[in-house]
C-alpha cells in the first residue's frame, strides 16, 4: 500500500472543503488545488514506478479517491481524472513515456470518443478534431483525444492522441448542472502532428511496461475511478445529513431530525447501500487484481463483473444520495446547503459513459452468453 497517498488526501480534506464553493463558481479547481494535487502525487497515481510514480493498485486508488470527492466531488472527479489518465504511461516507448510522465506532478486528461480525424503523415498523423467532457482541461500539461485514422488493411481504427497543452484550444461549454467544478470544457486541434509513438489503440495495444496494474483492465480502471467518486459524495451526504440531524426540527415538528423514524429508516439504508456497493467494487477489483497476479489474461467472467460492480456502485451511491437529499427537508434546496451539491454532483456521475446504464445491457449479454462487443471491458 502506498499510505502517504492516503493519508495527503485525508489531510488535504478540510481545504478542498473549504474550497468548495470557490471551485463551483470557477467550473474549475482553484490554483491552490491544482498545486497541491500535483505535489501529493494525485495526478499521477498509475504512473509505474520506474518513472517515479507509485503505481498504485487500484483498491488503493479507490481510497484516495473516495477521501477526496467526500471533501468535494468535482475535487475528487479531477484528481480521479488526471490518476487513471496516467496509466497511458506505460503504454508508450521508454523516450515518450518520460518526456510526457517523468516530471513529477503531470497531469493529463482529454476524451476518450473518436470524435477527431487523423490524416496519415511520415510518421504519424496530422489530427483535426473537438471533443466534449475533457475533465481538468485547464490544469492538464498534455490532453488526449480519440481520432480515427486508417489502420493496417485500410480499416479504420481508433486511437487516443496525445497533445501538449500548447497546441490545444479550449472553448468554454462547461455550464451544467453538477460536477460543475471540474472544468470539462470542450478541447479542439486542427491540423497538429502526433507521432506513432504519442498514440495508443487502448483496445488492443497491449502494455509496453510490466506489473499487474497495466495487466489489470484498463476500462475497468477506468470505470472505477468513476465509482470512487460517487462512492465519496455519497458518504458526503451522509455525513452531511447526520450531522443536521442533530440538531435540525423540521417545521410542525418537535422532534429533532434524529428522533423521527422515518430518518432513522433513510440513515440506515443509505449507509447499507454504500456500504454494500463499495463491497461489491473491492470484491470485483481483488478478483481481477488476483487474476492480473496470475498472469494469462484477464477471464471475461471477471472483467465484466468489474464494470458492473463500477457501474452499480454509481448508481447505488446516487440513490443513497437521494435519500439524504429528501431527508435533509427544506434546507437541502438552499445554495449553502452541501446536499444539494452532493445530489447534483452524484447524478452527473452517473451519465459517464464508463458507468452509465447501458453497462448493465452489455454485462447482461455477457451473463447470458449472448453475443456481445467486449472490447471495452
Known sequence: MQPDLLHAAQTLAPRISALAEETERGRRLPAELVSAFAEAGFFGMCVPKDLGGPELHPARLVDVVETLAAADGAAGWCAMIAATTSVLAAYLPDADARAIYGSPGVATGGAYAPQGRGTAAPGGWRVTGRWGFASGCEHC????????????????????????????????????????????????????????????????????????????????????????????????????????????????????????????????????????????????????????????????????????????????????????????????????????????DAHAVTQHVMVAEPTYELVGRVLLGVDADTAQL
Not at 488493411?153 to 501538449?164: I, Q, S, T, V
Not at 435540525?248 to 447499507?272: D, G, M, S
Not at 489474461?297 to 458492473?308: E, F, N, S, V
Request: proline residues 3%; glycine residues 10%.
Open 141 to 344: 500539461t498534455w490532453l488526449t483525444g480519440g481520432t480515427m485514422v486508417e489502420g493496417a488493411g485500410g480499416k479504420p481504427e481508433a486511437r487516443l492522441m496525445l497533445f501538449p497543452r500548447s497546441e490545444v484550444e479550449i472553448i468554454d461549454t462547461w455550464n451544467v448542472s453538477g460536477l460543475r467544478g471540474t472544468g470539462s470544457q470542450d478541447i479542439a486541434v486542427k491540423d497538429v502532428f502526433v507521432s506513432t509513438e504519442r498514440s495508443i489503440a487502448l483496445t488492443t495495444d497491449r502494455p509496453r511496461r510490466g506489473g499487474t496494474l497495466y495487466a489489470f483492465p484498463v476500462f475497468g480502471l477506468l470505470a472505477l475511478g468513476g465509482a470512487s467518486v460517487a462512492i465519496g459524495i455519497a458518504r458526503r451526504a451522509i455525513e452531511e445529513l447526520t450531522t443536521m440531524a442533530a440538531t435540525k426540527t423540521a417545521t410542525l415538528q418537535r422532534r429533532r431530525l434524529a428522533e423521527r423514524p422515518v430518518i432513522q429508516a433513510k440513515v440506515a439504508e443509505a449507509e447499507a447501500l454504500l456500504g454494500s456497493a463499495r463491497a461489491f467494487l473491492k470484491d470485483a477489483i481483488a478478483r481481477a487484481w488476483d487474476a492480473a497476479e496470475r498472469g494469462g489474461g484477464i477471464p471475461l467472467a471477471d472483467r465484466a463483473r468489474l464494470r458492473l460492480a463500477a457501474s452499480h456502485a454509481t448508481a447505488t451511491c446516487a440513490r443513497a444520495v437521494d435519500l439524504m437529499y429528501t431527508a435533509g427537508g427544506g434546507t437541502s434546496i438552499y445554495a449553502t446547503s452541501p446536499l444539494q451539491r452532493c445530489l447534483r
